[in-house]
């Protein structure tokens, strides 16, 4: 029988032999961007192969690189070939214009409640869900700031951990508030990056 | 193993990850400080155009939220690869230069100027594709010895592929396109000199640190 | 033409660049293949372990929420309370797991709890810089993105 772990190279290997020369072919722009995420998954192909809790752990930063990188290249592109409307001019679903804001303020406080990473997806998910709904004019820089002042937060439940250990309890309960805010401010953010003049 | 970088003149932990300083590294880490401290201080160059065989010229101004904008990436650039000159863990520095690599996007993405944003975009996608080889090889490293601290591995004793040591000097050489500044040329086109210097800086600092990492695990 | 000026003249061209770097990709994964078969290491830090029977399954990380709990960590020294921030569950996730099997497959999982040892203590710094790349790659496109509402 041939061991797992080389035959999991093989095939890793292979597809990024493979994705690699589709991008080598490729020569227009928004393809090329498209062909990266091909590659971003024999990335975590690699990261997985290894199998253990700490291949668990390195998944999420692997994919958290990908996906912001994806995130500016898209909006460099965007600039870059002078696309600033949308095409339509917004989401045209009328059961959203009735729906009622209650929705929203439920999915947000169910969010709190789960605290964490998918407490932030699910906070977020209602503040874009709000955003659809309402005719806004939200205040980006608002958003952003919270956005910033979270992750300072959580730079400072990693200094806890590391210079006072024994204060762990309290560093838990401060990385898990910040990933919240932070989380669910950019979730919130990207969701109403539309391009186009406040669309 | 042979040692280039050194005896340890200063180790920082924090927790799994070491930070560990030899005077090689040390020496590449004070040129970061130097020339964040540099890009803190100094005001961007005004470029100047002269059309030809006239007397014409036009100045191209940097608007000051252009300015802060670009200020804040170089020295988040600075940051990064001051990081990536210390990490002392093999997945943290991959993920430090992939930092430097969209910082370095970054720095020349505020410009507005097409041609500048055609070759930030290609080097873009350059920097993004680059996290195969760098992810790949610290885990490929990780399966076949067991551990991701540059000591434990330069203390020997690991067999250590050579496929994934070039992996990883491969996606450092994508995230900055160090030895091969040529390729960089277009993007340097970008007005506001001290932020533009940040980013071949940085490539070149990153690239000599995976050179030593290669060499000693 | 000196074969060096012809080489910086092809690699000059940006649009040249994503080429050549997928070729120099392709080469190393046909290094690879053919380095293979590389061998598996046993002795694997923090390893994984499948309990069907858990509640949290296939997540589950083992020990008790706030107690200690057995982690092979690569410098055990510097992290005293290791395997104390493992597996804690919110409240709400801690009912679902009381009373149900399949905790481990739904959304409201949260692998290890609200912070995982791995990525919050041991290995904290991956998670710092990680969140300051998302950071940078989001301060860029919101830049590009406001600078066009003006």
């Given amino acids: 029988m041939i061991p797992a ?8 290997f292979a597809s990024a032999g493979i994705a690699f020369f589709a991008l080598m072919r490729e020569t227009d722009g928004l393809h090329r961007l498209l062909l990266t995420d091909l590659i971003e998954v024999v990335t975590l192909a690699f990261i997985a192969l290894v199998g253990t809790d700490l291949a668990e752990a390195l998944i999420l930063p692997g994919l958290v690189v990908g996906a912001s990188e994806l995130i500016a290249l898209s909006e460099i592109y965007r600039i870059k070939e002078g696309y600033t409307r949308p095409p339509a001019d917004s989401l045209q679903i009328e059961v959203m214009e009735s729906a009622p804001a209650i929705l929203a303020a439920i999915l947000v406080v169910y969010g709190i409640v789960l605290s964490g990473f998918s407490g932030g997806a699910v906070a977020g998910l209602g503040v874009i869900f709000y955003f659809l709904c309402r005719d806004h004019n939200e205040r980006f820089e608002l958003i952003e700031t919270a956005s910033g002042y979270s992750w300072v937060l959580w730079i400072i439940a990693f200094f806890v951990f590391m210079i006072f ?7 838990v309960m401060l990385a898990g508030s910040a990933i919240l805010v932070k989380v669910m401010a950019k ?4 969701g109403t990056m539309r391009g186009g003049p406040n669309a | 193993m042979p040692d280039i970088g050194g005896i340890d003149l200063f180790v920082l932990e924090f927790g799994d990850i070491l930070h560990y300083y030899t005077p090689y590294t040390t020496t590449l880490f004070l040129l970061a400080l130097i020339f964040t401290a ?21 100045a191209k101004e940097t608007t000051l939220p252009e300015m802060r904008f670009r200020r804040f990436m170089a020295i988040a650039c600075g940051l990064a690869t001051m990081g990536a000159m210390g990490s002392g863990d093999l997945f943290n520095f991959t993920l430090f230069a992939s930092l430097v690599g969209i910082t370095n996007v970054g720095i020349v993405a505020a410009v507005k100027n097409r041609h500048v944003l055609n070759a930030a975009y290609e080097y873009g996608i350059v920097a993004m594709v680059a996290t195969l080889p760098l992810f790949g090889g610290a885990a490929l490293i990780l399966a076949t010895t067991g551990t991701l601290s540059i000591p434990a591995l330069a203390a020997g004793g690991f067999a250590v592929p050579f496929v994934g040591k ?16 040529a390729a960089k040329a277009e993007m340097f086109r970008a007005p506001g000199a001290p932020y533009v210097i940040m980013c071949s800086l940085s490539s070149l600092l990153i690239f000599l640190r995976v050179v030593e990492i290669a060499i000693t695990i | 033409m000196l074969i060096i000026t012809r080489i910086s003249r092809f690699v000059s061209n940006f649009q040249n660049l994503v080429a050549l770097f997928a070729g120099a990709c392709i080469i190393i994964s046909l290094i690879g293949i053919l380095s293979l078969p590389l061998a598996f290491e046993e002795h ?7 309990d069907p029977a858990s509640s949290l399954y296939p997540y589950d990380r ?9 982690v092979v960590a690569q410098y055990p020294e510097n992290s005293p309370y290791v395997g104390y921030v493992t597996t804690y569950l919110t409240p709400l996730s801690q009912y679902l797991a009381d009373h149900t099997h399949y905790l481990g497959t739904t959304i409201v999982a949260h692998p290890g709890g609200i912070i995982d040892e791995i990525l919050y203590n041991t290995r904290g710094l991956d998670t710092v810089v990680e ?8 301060a860029i496109a919101s830049y590009l993105y406001r600078r066009e509402e003006e």
């Fill in chain 1, 5 to 12: 772990y080389p035959l999991g190279l093989l095939v890793a």
């Fill in chain 1, 165 to 171: 250990p024994e204060y762990w309890f309290f560093a």
């Fill in chain 1, 187 to 190: 979730m919130s953010l990207i």
């Fill in chain 2, 38 to 58: 540099l890009a803190i201080v100094s005001r961007p160059e005004g470029q100047i155009d002269i059309a030809f065989g006239g007397d014409a010229y036009y």
């Fill in chain 2, 166 to 181: 070039a992996l990883l000097v491969l996606g450092v050489i994508g995230e900055g396109m160090a030895p091969f500044y």
């Fill in chain 3, 44 to 50: 694997q830090l923090y390893p994984k372990t499948l």
């Fill in chain 3, 62 to 70: 083992g020990g008790v929420p706030f107690g200690t709990t057995e």
């Fill in chain 3, 131 to 138: 969140t300051s790349i998302l950071f940078t790659a989001f």
